[in-house]
């Protein structure tokens, strides 16, 4: 019964030591993880029964573990059941699922008369180890003995059809499947839906599944796994979504299918969905589904992803450390990759022949060669040196690493050549500048009998165009004729280019001018060609007819030959008449100066050595142009020069280039995903921070711009403030390591930041750069810098995002100590104290911090203003504009008057005891706030308690004045300079909303009559504030109910009159804006 099979090496495997009977079931029992099987051993006291064995084999199969079997196999053999065929069964199916086919193999041919069981166990054996070829072999031969097949056999030998690709035979075997009648059966049918798919046959694979009268998951996994197979990943998906509207619920084989065919499309959206679904459906623990995601994401550039999903594996696999592993190369993160191959070797796993092809390239691309031999050596000692993936892999490998002859050597040990093969090594061989042997290397490929592809062409024009004649490149330029690779753009690309460095440029403009296409390697490789045969003027006319075809300008080099025929003296010109043109630039004018210049130009004049005035003249030319919308239209495709000008040694050409990236994000919101893709594409961003930490003033304010504007769409805020770390720009710890001058401007970006939207707000502290805020507040020794920090805390503060997340840090805590801390200095005591009161001032702040943190805040306040009661200086006015913050909301205002002795004593006694005019302004101020000026109508007045103090506060401290009543003190403040009248007004349309004070007030007829004078102001702001409080009066008048007060019709009449008139009367006003202290210090 013995036939041939390929020979295929495995390790040897040493029996283990004989073991008694009743401790081999222990064994198995433990094994197979079945508890019922430890039973068994009370069944075997006595000599065992072929049934026991059975048993035994049932229950290992299940655990796919082999070394009991063969402890199982030498019992049955020594009892002397060998001859069981159904014993040989076991084994059979026991070794194939434990993929040692070999053992399977033997086990069969010691049977004397295989049965249908035997043959069908040995065919499936053959086809799940992936031996297609044999597995048909045995089916052959199992019919020539006359045994005929039955629905157990015909999947397996439908599945070798698929392995090998034979649509013959298995065209054949489904006509014997019709004769014999096994059509309906559900596993045939699918089984005959995956042959047809994976021989190609799409059409007949969906044919046959619309004949087919049952349809269960296997059915339509078979139908979109076809689809996917063969390319058509859209169809696949498409085909998924209608199984589950159907009703059918998805396997893991659906979902890691699907997946795949997601990876194929790069369609990262639909995986992301497939991938919610997998979750919603429990497979997120699936081995199968979970390798599909890692590789899927890992192709499709989420990185942080596909970790993510690597590392909610509970065993990852080596397919999914080569998925993983895979991912980081082919982007370029090869440290990353050789960090993950440490942590895989250290998991236990042992890499395999993918994971060395990979590796090797991080280590070609990086110049690894030590690392690269010992990949090398690994290989050898593991068997995968003749792998061809492994020896392509080196041969790419040791010729970037200039070692040309290794390169040969691995080329000459593999076990055959194949046309990738044979192109890794002419590649190599050019890499290196041995072009006459790349071409001799050709020759001998030819009389082997090799074919070539455009790759091998491409490799054979760069080699010929680096010799002295043209003979080379016309002989293989006869080949891409013959072989019909003309249409190839690539190739003709490459022809182009040869007969360009040859100096045969009117072969070379004849190709050019034939091909149907004309990108961006065709033009520079004739212009470059032009320019150095000294044609300008033919150089020239390309390059403005390859600007007007508006190609994307990635990887065209501005030739410094071409450069030569640019009249500097006339660009000069040109862009200083554009830059001072008067008025707003128009498109018409920017196309028609860009036509003449085009901006590659201009950038390549912008990076030689400066001369007299031509930098800051096309720079402000620049800027001109790109405040158009013409100008900013173009700067994705001139995104090449915008990041060599954010690097550029010149401030002027970095402050530009910033410039043109915060115009590029400035968009709205249809194209800012466009513009934040160019930016991830050319790496923008950390050459913005850099910009940011290291540039000039203005290069600094630029680049906080487009950092700015690139926080403004999610997008942009993922590269700023990525979900994994490690894969991304940290400002933190930027900020960490950096200069003082560095942190202050990070921290100014923060509060600019900070301004634009909750989320945005959000991801800032969540990214933990608030930490870096509270460092330099704590840091008191550099005054400077605190000050700066608290510079930017103040901004930070009047954001309305920043409230809830700056309460979160212990900054509230910093500056209540820094207030109290008497040592410290007087102008960092002032900055704290008002950074205080703006945070204190949120309407939101008593719900986000409990009402003994405000207290203690405010009390600190009280304390400096205690400490300073008899001074004038910028700290005291600080603290009474800080009361004033606080007191512009009713509850922050009743919380000035619940302590005893309230804090608010120290508005009252400022506004009206005149210990200096700075003090005594601050005073009116905030008073006016505290009585409601800046509340409305329905909101001026305060809970009793707070209005018996306000009361009592104003009745003793005119007490203690000459004035002795309230009226006289509201008299006096009418009677000072127009700052001080201003803060009266102000204060007495705060107060007269109390019925006590609006009998002080119109007491006095030479009070009303100040109010209500249309010629007592001279400046817009004191007409404004005289306005406002004749309103407030009159309000206050009509819902008074004092009859004293209604009964003076005269007093009514006359500020009615007032409010009637409007605040600008008089004529002879004068326009001054006087020097008003107010609130906003800072």
């Not at 508006?550 to 065209?556: A, P």
């Not at 590029?664 to 050319?682: C, E, F, I, P, W």
């Not at 926080?711 to 700023?720: K, T, W």
């Not at 019709?1049 to 605040?1063: S, Y």
Request: aromatic share 8%; proline share 3%; with cysteine.
């Amino acid at each position: 019964m013995d036939f041939s099979i390929r020979h295929v090496s495995l390790p040897s495997k040493s029996i283990a030591p004989f073991l008694t009977f009743s401790k081999l079931i222990r064994t198995t029992s433990k094994l197979s993880g079945d508890k019922t099987a430890v039973s068994l051993s009370a069944i075997v006291q006595s000599a065992p029964s072929p049934n026991i064995f059975s048993k035994l084999l049932a229950e290992l199969s299940r655990s796919k573990t082999i070394k009991p079997g063969l402890q199982i196999q030498t019992q049955i053999i020594k009892h002397g059941f060998l001859n069981e065929i159904s014993l040989c069964n076991h084994l059979i199916n026991l070794y194939s699922k434990a993929r040692h086919f070999e053992e399977a193999h033997k086990v069969f041919n010691e049977i004397h008369e295989p049965d249908l069981v035997s043959w069908t166990a040995i065919v499936a054996c053959f086809a799940q180890n992936g031996l297609g070829k044999e597995a048909i072999k045995a089916f052959c031969s199992m019919h020539k003995l006359g045994i005929k097949s039955n629905e157990y056999t015909y999947p397996s030998v439908l599945k070798a059809c698929g392995i090998q690709g034979a649509l013959r035979i298995g065209t054949q075997i489904h006509g014997v499947i019709l004769s014999n009648g096994f059509q309906a059966d559900i596993f045939v049918a699918n089984a005959l839906i995956v042959m047809y798919a994976k021989c190609g046959m799409t059409f007949d694979a969906q044919q046959l599944f619309d004949e087919t009268p049952q349809t269960s998951v296997v059915s339509w996994n078979s139908l979109f796994s076809c689809y996917a197979q063969n390319g058509f990943s859209d169809e696949a998906i498409k085909l998924f979504r209608e199984m589950v509207c159907t009703g059918i619920r998805p396997d893991e084989f659906s979902l890691s299918t699907i997946v795949n065919a997601c990876t194929s499309s790069e369609d990262l959206c639909e995986g992301q969905r497939i991938h919610g679904y997998l979750v919603k459906l429990g497979f997120y623990d699936d081995p199968f589904s979970s390798n599909a995601l890692v590789d899927m994401y890992a192709k499709t550039s989420d990185l942080e992803a596909s970790e993510r999903v690597f590392e909610k594996l509970s065993q990852p696999d080596i397919i999914s450390w080569n998925a993983l592993i895979a991912g980081f190369v082919l982007h370029g993160f090869y440290h990353k990759a050789l960090e993950l191959l440490e942590e895989m070797k250290f998991s236990g796993t042992s890499p395999n022949m993918f994971t060395l092809s990979s590796l090797l390239k991080a280590c070609s691309v990086m110049g690894m060669l030590d690392l690269g031999m010992q990949i090398n050596s690994f290989a050898i000692k593991s068997g995968f040196d003749h792998d061809m993936f492994m020896c392509v892999g080196l041969i790419d490998m040791y010729s970037k690493c200039e070692l040309v002859e290794y390169a040969s050597k691995s080329f000459d040990c593999m076990p055959y050549h194949d046309l990738i093969s044979w192109n890794a090594i002419i590649s190599g061989y050019v890499q290196n500048g041995n072009d006459k042997e790349a071409l001799f290397l050709f020759l001998t490929m030819l009389n082997e009998g090799y074919s070539y592809n455009e790759s091998t062409l491409c490799s054979l024009l760069k080699a010929s165009s680096g010799l002295p004649t043209v003979d080379a490149t016309k002989q293989i330029h006869a080949h891409v004729v013959k072989s019909g690779f003309e249409s190839d753009m690539y190739v003709m690309n490459s022809v182009t280019d040869a007969y360009c460095k040859s100096n045969c440029m009117e072969d070379a403009r004849k190709i050019f001018e034939d091909c149907l296409f004309g990108d961006i390697v065709s033009y520079t490789s004739m212009i470059t060609g032009y320019s150095q045969c000294g044609q300008g003027e033919e150089a020239f006319k390309l390059f403005h007819e390859m600007i007007n075809k508006e190609l994307n300008l990635d990887g065209f080099v501005y030739s410094s030959a071409l450069m030569e025929f640019v009249d500097k003296e006339l660009l000069l010109a040109a862009a200083s008449d554009f830059a001072s043109y008067p008025g707003p630039p128009a498109d018409a004018s920017t196309k028609e100066f860009l036509d003449r210049f085009p901006l590659p130009v201009i950038f390549s004049v912008l990076q030689e050595p400066d001369t007299t005035g031509l930098e800051s003249t096309l720079v402000s030319c620049l800027e001109r142009v790109f405040k158009t919308s013409y100008g900013t239209s173009l700067i994705p495709q001139y995104m090449p020069y915008v990041k060599a000008g954010l690097q550029a040694n010149s401030e002027a050409v970095k402050c530009l280039a910033c410039k043109a990236v915060a115009s590029l994000l400035d968009t709205d919101d249809r194209d800012v995903g466009t513009a934040v893709q160019l930016v991830v594409a050319y790496d923008i961003y950390p050459l913005l921070v850099n910009c940011l930490i290291h540039g000039y003033e203005q290069v600094a304010k630029a680049s906080t711009e487009a950092i700015k504007n690139l926080a403004r769409s999610p997008q942009g805020l993922d590269i700023m403030f990525p979900t994994k770390e490690g894969l991304a720009l940290s400002l933190k710890d930027l900020a960490a390591r950096s200069s003082s001058l560095a942190r202050i401007r990070i921290l100014a970006l923060i509060a600019k930041l900070f301004s634009i939207s909750s989320s945005v707000a959000v991801a800032v502290y969540e990214s933990g750069l608030l930490n870096v805020l509270e460092a330099e507040v704590k840091n008191t020794s550099d005054v400077l810098m605190t000050l700066s920090a608290l510079e930017v805390l103040y901004e930070l503060a009047a954001s309305p995002y920043s409230s809830e997340s700056l309460l979160k840090t212990s900054l509230l805590q910093l500056l209540i100590s820094m207030i109290s801390n008497s040592s410290a200095e007087s102008i960092l005591r002032s900055r704290a104290i008002l950074i205080c009161a703006r945070l204190l001032s949120s309407n939101e702040i008593f719900s986000l911090i409990g009402e003994s943190s405000i207290n203690t805040a405010v009390l600190a306040i009280d304390g400096r203003l205690e400490c300073l009661k008899s001074e004038d200086t910028d700290e005291c006015e600080s603290a009474l504009d800080a009361l004033g913050q606080i007191g512009s909301s009713i509850r922050g205002a009743e919380l000035l008057f619940s302590s005893s002795p309230p804090v608010a004593r120290h508005a009252v006694e400022a506004a009206f005891c005149r210990q200096g005019p700075g003090k005594q302004l601050a005073g009116l101020h905030a008073l006016a706030n505290i009585c409601g000026a800046t509340r409305s109508e329905d909101g001026k007045m305060l809970n009793y308690h707070s209005e018996e103090c306000l009361r009592q506060l104003i009745y003793e401290t005119a007490a203690k004045t000459t004035k002795i009543t309230p009226s006289g003190l509201v008299l006096s403040i009418l009677q000072q300079d127009a700052e001080v009248r201003l803060a009266a007004y102000r204060l007495i349309g705060g107060l007269v909303a109390r019925k006590w004070c609006l009998l002080e007030v119109c007491s006095r007829e030479e009070t009303v009559n100040l109010v209500t004078d249309a010629h007592a102001e001279t400046t817009k702001s004191g007409m404004e504030a005289r306005h406002s409080c004749c309103v407030a009066i009159g309000f206050a008048l009509a819902n008074s109910d004092n009859q004293k007060i209604q009964s003076n019709t005269a007093l009514i009449t006359k500020v009615q009159e007032a409010i009637r008139r409007g605040p600008y009367l008089t004529q002879q006003r004068v326009e001054a804006q006087p020097v008003v202290m107010t609130a906003e210090r800072f």
